[in-house]
């Protein structure tokens, strides 16, 4: 089956530490997304990667990291200095083009920042 | 910078009802706007995208349109049962660069 995956479901940390979150894909998408979603908010986007080896700050970028090292591999490290930490994290993947395509999105990971 | 806005932020209706959803965007030189169905704690699952060419997309129970010119798209849902209640969230990809999204609609129907 065709799809994305995101591990772990759930995830607890403790303040100060980083923690790394995994997304996958086997849709040979070339384009996927990070998004983070609070209660009652929609989604913002904390980085996208259209090609390997290169991404692009979203418009919550601060506090996070990224790599796109593999066309199926987007891992978000949530790193000490983001603030507010605890939240539910989107993974999700494209084609591009000229017209953009839908976006297919994965299970979702939420983070506990204790 | 593109907005998008969702009217009503809730809906409860009785089961049978035909109901519609609300999205807004200020900029719309969109090129693509989707609209996703989200489960209490799941990700997000695609419903239908329009491409900024078309004016709607139907997919079984569900039509949606869009209308560039007023900045609006609506998602109109037909004879709604109990298993539609979730939160839809409809999205606006400007310049085919990323999507902006609104903060939903939470809809019940009850039976």
């Known amino acids: 089956d065709g799809g994305i995956t995101q591990s772990p479901k759930y995830l607890f940390r403790k303040e100060g530490q980083n923690v790394t979150l995994s997304c996958e894909q086997n849709?040979?998408?070339?384009?996927m997304y990070w998004y983070r979603q609070d209660p009652g908010q929609g989604l913002r986007l904390i980085y996208y990667?259209?090609?390997?080896?290169?991404?692009q700050k979203g418009d919550i970028a601060e506090g996070y990291s990224v790599s796109r090292e593999k066309k199926e591999s987007f891992p978000l490290t949530v790193t000490s200095a983001q603030k507010n930490p605890t939240a539910f994290y989107l993974c999700?993947?494209?084609?591009?083009?000229?017209?953009?395509?839908?976006?297919?999105f994965g299970p979702g990971t939420r983070l506990t920042v204790t | 910078k593109q907005e998008v806005t969702q009217i009503p932020a809730a809906l409860s209706v009785p089961e049978g009802e035909n109901l519609v959803l609300n999205c807004s965007f200020t900029?719309?030189?969109?090129?693509?706007l989707q609209w996703f169905r989200q489960d209490p704690g799941k990700g997000l699952t695609s419903l239908l995208l329009?491409?900024?060419?078309?004016r709607e997309q139907t997919s079984g129970r569900l039509n949606a349109s869009l209308d560039k010119s007023s900045g609006r798209s609506t998602l109109y849902i037909a004879a709604s049962q109990p298993g539609d209640s979730a939160t839809y969230l409809c999205?606006?990809?400007?310049?085919?660069?990323?999507?902006?999204f609104g903060p939903g609609t939470r809809l019940s129907v009850l039976p």
């Open positions: 999700a993947s494209s084609w591009t083009g000229e017209s953009s395509y839908e976006q297919y």
């Open positions: 849709l040979n998408h070339d384009a």
């Open positions: 990667s259209q090609i390997v080896n290169d991404f």
């Open positions: 900029d719309s030189a969109i090129y693509n």
């Open positions: 329009i491409q900024s060419s078309q």
């Open positions: 999205a606006a990809d400007n310049y085919g660069q990323n999507f902006v």
